[in-house]
């Protein structure tokens, strides 16, 4: 332990001046004055990076815009200090801080194809961040070539004539990146830019950001989700729940030895491709500003909660060189951090593919999407299906289905042939081969009931008495750990992970033998994925099921599926045994797929998670 | 390191409800739809109650013509020495009902057509919006106008004809909201049980319309409304003597310096008509939103996804 | 690590070069199909008149020997296809023939009238479409505020009334019972052009005016607060961009897009609208003369005002489409 103290100590004591610092910072709803953040303290020097890292609904982004002076409509800065090199931002008047904007603290938004403007070609839109700060820069012309080198963008003028939507998602990106460099700030706040980027991309972007910080000396605050990325890049992580700081401290100690109940839940809910394991996600969602229960907002979903848990907030506790919110921080330090891998049964699958593709070639219009695809899926086994944007994994997955009939090739279920689309399959078929989409937000009609969504698949495949259905129903919500209130309750009612099970109860509740998910997991919290992959999985061998498991998360492969097969613009370029294909990866397209996911070291050790000079 | 699972706590506390009563009832609650219904509900009491407390015979002289208020004649008399109040009184409900037929028979053919356009898309989709193209390149009031004065003012075609213009209207806006409506999950994981077209159409899609359904016939109604008294301004309306609100300001036009009441009422009637009708649709469509609904419930659910 | 190099563009077909060509050409191709059909709509809605036309013409003074003469005079004695084709093409070639009514050619006739609609259109048009931006901006910028309510009410009060309510209440205000400014008809003399007497377009005008500003004040306003609380204003915002600069270089131009369509229909709504207008001031342009050949059951000229108005329609709704095409980049350049 003092080895690590030592370490870390020296880590920081090679950097720089203090750029950013901030103290007790709060922010509140403007009609009701609820908390939506709460004394939020920290502090980053310069060519730091600092990760603020929380799920949906913890203020990482309130945070991260209030940085620079700003609030969104309805919420207010209420107390509080932030200083950049020394001043109090949250004292300026409007002109000020407009000046500091984008001179001193500059932001990288999450979704660059919304914070571009539409209707303006780049270079306008480039020059216009050197032109509103007329004092920070020589020549604008120069500086506008200098930033598209640094960000590595074509510099060629034919760039600056385009418009946005002409560029890719990571050119985009690249684009906001130089803008946000571009007079030299003392500190940047990057609000999950790699967002929907893909791997190697993100990798690009990581190490832009990186090497621009170091360069300049600028200080950067990193707000993410992810914690693999996050750990391979920032040396300091701030883990916030419900508007506050639970956690703060240098990455290795926060991620290695984790101390607050939330950050070792999170991190036990995050898959590794090295190991295939049981994950362990939170039951619960995160209190809603307003509704704040009494004490410590996690304690209704801890395991390590007392009672003075629910009475009291706690205050930050000093362990190590990090600050622990809890309680019951000194206790818990103690405790093993040795995670508890359970492997994962697996299931043995006997006899004849269950589903059969052969030479599948499937097409958008003209353009083509798959070529030649030959795929097996076994019986009572998960095959996943690999791959980044663009390879063709979700048309994939609705040719099977029958929900994309532009299709050549043969489809065999069961050893009968399969209809292009599903208007001309059979109801038994139908039956028998289900699907979950990917975003539980669309996928339930929102005019309808819970119950009336479970039973509506009963009525159009089987003729079942009125309470036979509802006995069907209510057995099919307990499989999915959720309760009989949720029969009544509407769509809307119900938070993403929720959604999502009562998406994966209709599919179980006619019981097929086969099915399809489709990135079920993306648009979830890690720590609900955790619980739904594991809702998943639980199914899956209690009902004997076959599952093709589409997926862009490599890491999730290994806790799920026994099959993993790798898509690269259409083609499958690697099948095998999962833990194969994770280890010794043949194809070179699968071996820099691997190379470039981000990975979390493993809880309880020393990792290697230092930043690493490339 | 076990996780202790508690059970899910689902948010709010569940309420059974149907959509459109949960929709009018959140409407009626807020200003604008409040005064709104308020102002047409008055003027539809009006019309309908009218005609039997009218204290005179509406199509009878009784006076001279254009004879100013008095007691006994409470807004004076018109054009043809009838008493204005009994007209007024006596000339709402045939209008009203004229407009409520031909906005039910054109929101219906042109929801059919925009939903059915939306959903079944290729072939069908193409032909229904050319006809309706076509339809759209006459001026509305014009093509009212060429049938009415072909056949002559028969009520049935009086409504027919209205009908008619506003059905192409709202097969393209009804079309754009299916269209969007179409492509979500919860349509297509409904195809994959078997259902067929027809039934997906209504009993997935069209529920889902409630809203612009809703407003958009609130405004065909008062286009409804404004069209037949225009034409019956015109002198295409039903022929006289009736006391149609619309025809009652075309003939009494002449005489405006000599009593103005039998201009003003009328107008004064159909104005707050259709200035209700547009208020409560108005707060419909800001319902419906979710503009006026509670502000943090939207900016909490905005904190939560994107925080 | 290779750089992330802006790809080099495939050689796209001409057709994706050129979306604004392309959309012209489909359009145009669609409107004259639409012409086509409206040309047999209206030629078999007029057919369809109850008696002879010949007979309406003649009334008592027909004797058989005339009532001959006048059918082939007018062509009735041949085919109804026939009779269209003849129509038609006179349309085409120009010579449209004459007036049932008085005799008259019918070009002669209805050109002016043509002229005094078209200024009434045009005039109200601008003026509307421009103050309705305005108002719509100023609302949008000071959301919530006292200009913004007040507008608002005006606009809900306003789109709900008639035409020829607004018009009368114009008249009483400033003709008849409160003021006497301005004449309460407009009788532009049968040949003279409406710009000779400017006096008598105001009200005209004025009633246009406001019947289609509401519609368009409340788009443009409903853009541009979209617009004011889209990313890439927080963004302008976040880079230091001060707030005039944001408004006119980047919520102005992304609100004027879905703007276009909504003035677009308000010119449509126009060639309809003058309809009552025209009645309600006795302004002698083309709706007049249409609800008079009505009357008249003058059937040439009803034939060809609506296809006039129709060949308007058409027209309008391209500019507008291409117009709209022109303002938003994402739509006319692919990727």
Request: net charge neutral.
């Amino acid at each position: 332990m003092s080895a690590l103290v030592e370490n870390s100590a020296n880590h920081l004591a090679d950097t720089g001046p203090v750029r950013l610092e901030v103290k007790d910072l709060s922010i509140q709803l403007t009609s009701g004055g609820a908390e939506v953040v709460g004394d939020v303290s920290f502090s980053v020097r310069a060519a730091e990076l600092l990760g603020l890292v929380g799920e949906s609904g913890s203020g990482k982004t309130t945070v991260a815009l209030a940085l620079l002076g700003h609030a969104r409509r309805g919420l207010d800065i209420s107390a509080g200090e932030i200083r950049l090199d020394g001043e109090n931002i949250l004292g300026l008047k409007a002109a000020e801080l407009r000046q500091l904007r984008g001179a001193k603290v500059a932001y990288v938004p999450q979704d660059p194809s919304a914070a571009l403007d539409p209707t303006l070609r780049i270079g306008f839109q480039l020059r216009e961040a050197l032109r509103v700060h007329p004092g920070s820069v020589g020549d604008v012309e120069e500086r506008v070539a200098e930033m598209l080198r640094e960000s590595r963008l074509d510099s060629t003028p034919e760039v600056l004539k385009r418009y946005p939507h002409q560029l890719s998602g990571g050119q985009q990106q690249r684009v906001t990146l130089a803008m946000a460099f571009a007079c030299r700030p003392s500190l940047i706040v990057l609000d999950e830019p790699t967002t929907g980027l893909d791997v190697s991309t993100q990798r690009h972007v990581l190490e832009t950001v990186r090497s621009l910080c170091r360069s300049y000396g600028v200080a950067a605050v990193y707000v993410s989700h992810d914690l693999a990325v996050v750990g391979g890049l920032v040396s300091q992580v701030a883990v916030m729940y419900a508007g506050r700081v639970v956690e703060i401290g240098p990455t290795e100690q926060v991620f290695g030895l984790p101390v607050h109940p939330y950050t070792r839940g999170l991190l036990a809910a995050v898959p590794s491709p090295k190991r295939a394991e049981v994950l362990t996600g939170i039951e619960g969602q995160p209190p809603r500003p307003g509704r704040k229960p009494k004490g410590c907002a996690f304690a209704p979903r801890c395991s390590y909660a007392v009672s003075n848990c629910f009475v009291e907030r706690p205050v930050p506790v000093a362990i190590g060189d990090s600050y622990v919110r809890c309680m019951r921080a000194r206790d818990i330090e103690k405790e093993s951090h040795a995670r508890r891998v359970t492997p994962p049964t697996a299931l043995a699958g006997t006899g004849d593919a269950v589903l059969k593709l052969r030479g599948l070639d499937a097409s958008y219009g003209r353009q083509r999407v798959l070529y030649d695809v030959d795929l097996d899926v076994h019986p009572e086994s998960c095959t996943a299906i690999v791959g980044e944007s663009g390879s063709g994994k979700t048309t994939l997955a609705r040719c099977i289905v029958g929900l994309h009939s532009n299709w050549t090739g043969e489809i065999t279920f069961k050893g009968n042939r399969l209809a292009n689309g599903a208007r001309h399959r059979q109801k038994a078929v139908l039956k028998q081969i289900q699907y979950i989409f990917q975003n539980p937000y669309t996928s339930l009609n929102p005019r309808k009931t819970i119950g009336q969504i479970l039973s509506e698949p009963l009525e159009h495949f089987m003729r079942l008495p009125g309470d036979e259905r509802k006995a069907r129903v209510t057995r099919v919500l307990e499989d999915v750990s959720l309760g009989l209130d949720f029969l009544d309750r509407y769509p809307d009612q119900l938070s993403g992970g929720e959604r999502q099970r009562v998406a994966i109860a209709r599919a179980i509740v006619v019981e097929p033998d086969l099915l399809v998910c489709d990135e079920v997991t993306s648009a979830l919290d890690v720590s609900v994925q955790a619980v739904t992959v594991e809702v998943l999985r639980r199914l899956q061998r209690e009902r004997r099921l076959s599952m093709v498991f589409i997926t862009h998360n490599l890491a999730l492969v290994r806790s799920i599926a026994q099959t993993a097969v790798v898509l690269c613009e259409g083609r499958i370029v690697e099948v095998g045994p999962v833990e194969q294909v994770l280890e010794h990866p043949k194809d070179p397209y699968t071996i820099r797929l691997i190379e470039d996911v981000p990975r979390l070291a493993e809880v309880g050790s020393v990792p290697d998670t230092a930043p690493s000079p490339n | 390191m076990d996780v202790v699972a508690p059970r899910p706590v689902a948010v709010a506390t569940p309420r059974v409800r149907r959509p459109w009563v949960h929709l009018l009832g959140a409407v009626v609650r807020t200003q604008r739809g409040a005064l709104g219904l308020s102002l047409a509900g008055s003027v539809v009491l009006l019309a309908v109650i009218g005609p039997f407390v009218a204290p005179y015979s509406p199509n009878q002289s009784v006076t001279i013509d254009f004879a100013g208020p008095s007691a006994q004649y409470l807004l004076g008399s018109d054009q043809l020495g009838r008493d204005v109040l009994s007209r007024v009184l006596a000339g709402g409900w045939e209008l009203l009902l004229m407009a409520l037929a031909s906005t039910a028979f054109g929101v219906l053919i042109g929801a059919a057509a925009g939903v059915s356009a939306a959903y079944l898309r290729g072939r069908v989709d193409g032909l229904i919006m050319r006809t309706v193209d076509v339809f759209l390149a006459f001026p509305q009031l014009v093509f009212a106008l060429l049938l009415v004065s072909i056949i002559g003012p028969k009520i049935w075609l009086i409504i027919v004809a209205v009908g008619f213009t506003h059905a192409p209207a709202v097969a393209r806006v009804l079309r754009s909201a299916a269209l969007e409506i179409s492509e979500r999950d919860y349509v297509k994981s409904v195809e994959l049980q078997g259902v067929r077209p027809a039934k997906v159409m209504s009993s997935e899609i069209l529920p889902n319309l409630v809203s612009p359904l809703m407003v958009e016939s609130g405004l065909r109604f008062t286009y409804s409304i404004v069209m037949m008294a225009g034409l019956a301004f015109l002198g295409f309306g039903l022929p006289p003597p009736s006391p149609n609100w619309g025809y009652m300001i075309q003939e009494n036009r002449i005489g405006l310096s000599l009593n103005v009441w039998a201009v003003a009422v009328p107008v004064i009637l159909i104005a707050l008509l259709t200035i209700g009708i547009n208020t409560f649709t108005d707060a419909v469509a800001r319902v419906a939103i979710g503009v006026e609904s509670r502000p943090e419930e939207g900016l909490i659910d905005d904190i939560g996804m994107d925080a | 690590m290779a750089a992330d190099e802006v790809s080099v563009p495939v050689p796209a077909p001409w057709r994706d070069d050129h979306p604004i060509a392309v959309l012209i050409g489909v359009r145009a191709a669609v409107g004259v199909l639409t012409l086509f059909v409206v040309s047999i709509v209206v030629f078999l809605a007029t057919e369809v008149l109850p008696g002879n036309a010949a007979y309406s013409v003649l009334g008592h003074t027909a004797t058989p020997q005339s009532l001959k003469a006048l059918e082939v005079q007018l062509h009735l004695n041949r085919g109804l296809f026939d009779q269209y084709w003849l129509w038609f093409s006179g349309i085409l070639t120009g010579k449209l023939g004459s007036s049932l009514a008085n005799g008259q050619a019918i070009w002669g006739q209805v050109a002016p009238r043509l002229v005094n609609s078209a200024v009434l259109v045009v005039g109200a048009g601008l003026i509307g479409t421009v103050v309705g931006v305005l108002l719509g901006a100023i609302a949008a910028l000071r959301k919530d505020g006292w200009f913004d309510h007040v507008t608002s009410v005006m606009s809900l009060a306003v789109t709900s009334l008639p035409e020829f309510v607004v018009a009368i209440v114009l008249i009483i205000l400033f003709a008849t019972v409160v003021l006497h400014l301005l004449p309460a008809v407009s009788p532009v003399a049968p040949g003279t052009y409406a710009w000779s007497q400017p006096r008598l377009l105001v009200l005209p005008v004025a009633t246009l005016v406001i019947v289609i500003i509401p519609y368009i004040q409340r788009m443009m306003r409903a853009a541009m607060i979209e617009a004011l609380e889209s990313d890439y204003v927080e963004m302008a915002r976040l880079k230091g961009v001060p707030e005039w600069q944001i408004v006119l270089a980047h919520a102005f131009p992304n609100s004027i897009a879905p703007t276009i369509q909504v003035i677009g229909l308000s010119f449509l709504y126009l060639a309809g609208g003058i309809v009552i207008v025209e009645d309600v001031f006795n302004f002698p342009g083309i709706g007049q003369g249409l609800v008079n050949a009505v009357s008249d059951r003058d059937i040439p000229v009803i034939q060809f005002i609506v296809v006039v108005l129709a060949t308007f329609y058409v027209f309008m709704n391209i500019v507008t489409d291409v117009i709209a095409l022109l303002v938003s980049p994402r739509r006319r350049i692919a990727r």
